[in-house]
């Protein structure tokens, strides 16, 4: 007598479903705070160390970031040189591009006249608690000479190193350490003029630019895997924010803080939800479509570091086509710094003057308003601004040392800043599509935060037609291409 199976014999295994992305770094952020106020109410160790737990949040954040830092050049290069090459399917190509830097600086002036009103209004440089000792220069400055000197590649890869003597107690050398950098602005050149170069060549530079993608395919394989570790990576970074810096330091930058955060939400909040509902679409979509880059940028304070997401989020959520987002995306995530270039330099340059004393005229807003829509390729993508601060700083003449009284607080300021940024980088590219009848209007209005993890078909068809023909009767800008 043969014995009939269970069902739960038969029965299929399920699989454990883990929480959304979104909602992993949600829970992530939030034991982010409870661990770094833990690691508070420890307190240092006797000998006035950090104690065990902020070493280790300490370890996780800066091991996330370290990672992400690690494939940043050759993902920049990769990403620049293909996104070059997409053009090639890209009727008025030049028009696009030049559409999109047009948009890149109207919202950079409005986000700069918004920082501007904030300093004058909450005046946080007269209403700090900050000591004046506190007051140091930087140890990275920025200078409009060492910007266009920065232009000029040393080396191909636009890498450098840089070596410190190790001295023990008695001052005798024990030892060297040498540490190796990049300049993005400089590996952006050197990928444009390859990029150029190889549609030059034609069809000799196929077999590269062919090489190119498979290598951009790997790099964000690879990148991908770093980006599922951003919930682990937040519990560290924000942990250690909080344990590093406590609260006493943004006490007494309070009114500083709020006038950065206050007008960091009038661009997200305000300005940008005006532009899309000037062109027609929904202000809601558009965060729903967004918020896994904007997210994550909020997080790992790096538009380089998002450059994937947002890509992604801008094509396949918001529904931009491919060739023109993976032509946008790049370009602003070096360039396009709302919350980096312009409202944070504008009112920090105000809060230094007001520290310091300095009357600022008409002249000096309008200083502050060129140098965040010429200078934000100065930041190039990186956690900080330092850079870009110092360069509107010694454009205004103000003194170095304010930078000095800033930095307690500026890793917590800096989520807050890229998370902006982010969002400028996917607006500008679903705007420009809108405007040029590109937009896949049907996909922006089903706008959600898809698994971000699920690969996309490559071989689909991007946009057959772009729709039919623009208002004013001419033909679309994107023609059927294969990406």
């Not at 370890?59 to 940043?72: C, E, P, R």
């Not at 030892?175 to 300049?183: E, P, Q, W």
Request: charged share 15%.
């Amino acid at each position: 007598m043969s014995s009939t199976p269970s069902p739960t014999a038969t029965a299929p295994r399920r699989r454990l479903r883990l929480p959304s992305f979104s909602t992993q770094i949600l829970l992530g952020l939030a034991l982010g705070v409870l661990a770094g106020w833990a690691a508070l109410e420890i307190g240092q160790t006797p000998a006035g160390e950090d104690n065990w737990l902020t070493v280790t949040l300490s370890t996780i954040g800066g091991s996330f970031v370290n990672l992400l830092k690690a494939v940043v050049p050759p993902l920049v290069f990769t990403a620049i040189v293909a996104s070059i090459a997409n053009l090639r399917g890209v009727a008025n190509g030049a028009r696009l591009a030049g559409q999109t830097l047009l948009w890149f600086a109207i919202t950079a002036l409005v986000s700069v006249a918004i920082g501007i009103g904030l300093g004058l209004l909450l005046q946080p440089g007269s209403n700090t608690a900050v000591d004046a000792g506190d007051a140091a220069a930087p140890g990275r400055t920025g200078t409009w000479l060492d910007f266009l000197q920065g232009l000029i590649p040393a080396n191909f890869l636009g890498l450098g190193a840089s070596s410190t003597l190790d001295t023990g107690d008695d001052g005798a050398i024990v030892g060297v350490t040498t540490g190796v950098s990049f300049n993005v602005l400089q590996i952006i050149v050197i990928a444009l003029a390859v990029g150029i170069a190889a549609l030059r060549s034609g069809k000799k530079a196929e077999p590269f630019l062919a090489f190119n993608k498979s290598l951009l395919n790997v790099i964000q394989t690879v990148l991908w895997w770093i980006i599922r570790l951003a919930p682990l990576g937040t519990l560290g970074l924000v942990g250690r924010a909080i344990a590093t810096y406590g609260w006493s330091s943004l006490t007494n930058l309070g009114t500083f803080a709020l006038a950065i955060y206050a007008g960091l939400a009038l661009v997200m909040f305000v300005l940008y939800p005006v532009l899309l509902k000037t062109h027609g679409l929904s202000v809601g979509r558009y965060f729903r479509g967004a918020w896994p880059a904007i997210q994550l940028a909020f997080v790992s304070r790096s538009s380089i570091g998002t450059l994937p997401v947002t890509e992604r989020v801008t094509h396949r959520n918001l529904g931009v086509p491919r060739a023109y987002a993976s032509f946008a995306v790049p370009l602003g995530a070096t360039t396009k710094m709302d919350g980096c270039a312009a409202i944070y330099p504008a009112v920090a340059a105000i809060f230094v003057a007001q520290f310091f004393g300095v009357d600022l005229g008409v002249t000096d807003y309008l200083l502050i308003a060129f140098v965040s829509v010429v200078g934000s390729a100065a930041t190039a993508g990186l956690t900080g601004a330092t850079v870009m601060l110092t360069l509107t700083l010694s454009t205004l003449g103000l003194p170095l040392e304010g930078v000095g009284l800033l930095l307690a607080i500026d890793p917590i300021l800096d989520m807050g800043r890229t998370a902006t940024n982010v969002a400028g980088q996917v607006l500008v590219p679903v705007i420009v599509a809108k405007r040029e009848n590109i937009l896949d209007l049907d996909q922006y209005a089903s706008a959600d935060a898809e698994d971000l993890f699920e690969d996309d078909d490559e071989d689909e068809t991007e946009l057959e037609t772009a729709g039919t023909r623009a208002d004013d009767g001419a033909a679309p800008a994107l023609v059927a291409s294969r990406v």
